[in-house]
């Protein structure tokens, strides 16, 4: 535990490093170590806050790709793929999945029959709102401690460093 109430830890072990390798900018450790950590924590609180909307973060990406869209609330499978980061063969997975559970409904485009567009239920609709109004009360209350300046001035540097990427 730290001794100043102005550090955390990552200071601590920023510092530790300094004494031990004078000869190295340890920078980037007091940046990206925290930036780890808060990940760490945060995927912590989401899943609190899925499990309150009774959903795994997996199918809250999913189910809130859908409800992005707007209404009908539907995309294809290419665009879900292209929103979830993941492969075709697990994005079919969760698809099954997730219809199986009654949250999405897949029907055939009689215009185009190759195309099996993905849409949310009433009950998929229902179920990620309920997980988006509890993300962003868990989400709020972490942030709690910054003023709306300072959260602008955090959100513009972590994009600046996100397009860096």
């Known amino acids: 535990m730290p001794t100043n109430p102005d550090s955390d830890e990552v200071d601590e072990i920023v510092a530790a490093w300094i004494r031990e390798r004078p000869d190295i900018d340890f920078a980037p450790l007091g940046v990206l170590s925290r930036v780890f950590r808060l990940a760490r924590r945060l995927n912590i609180a989401r899943k609190q806050a899925f499990q309150a909307a009774e959903l795994e973060p997996w199918e809250w990406d999913v189910l809130s790709a859908l409800r992005r869209a707007g209404a009908p609330y539907e995309l294809n499978p290419k665009e879900l793929l292209a929103q979830n980061l993941v492969t075709s063969g697990t994005m079919s997975n969760r698809i099954a999945r997730l219809e199986k559970r009654g949250l999405i409904s897949r029907q055939v485009d ?7 567009p993905v849409k949310l239920t009433k009950t998929g609709l229902v179920q990620v709102d309920i997980a988006v109004e509890h993300l962003m009360r868990h989400e709020q209350e972490l942030l709690a401690g910054m003023n709306d300046a300072e959260l602008k001035e955090l959100a513009d540097l972590l994009r600046k460093l996100s397009l860096h990427f």
């Open 110 to 116: 009689p215009n185009d029959r190759r195309n099996i």
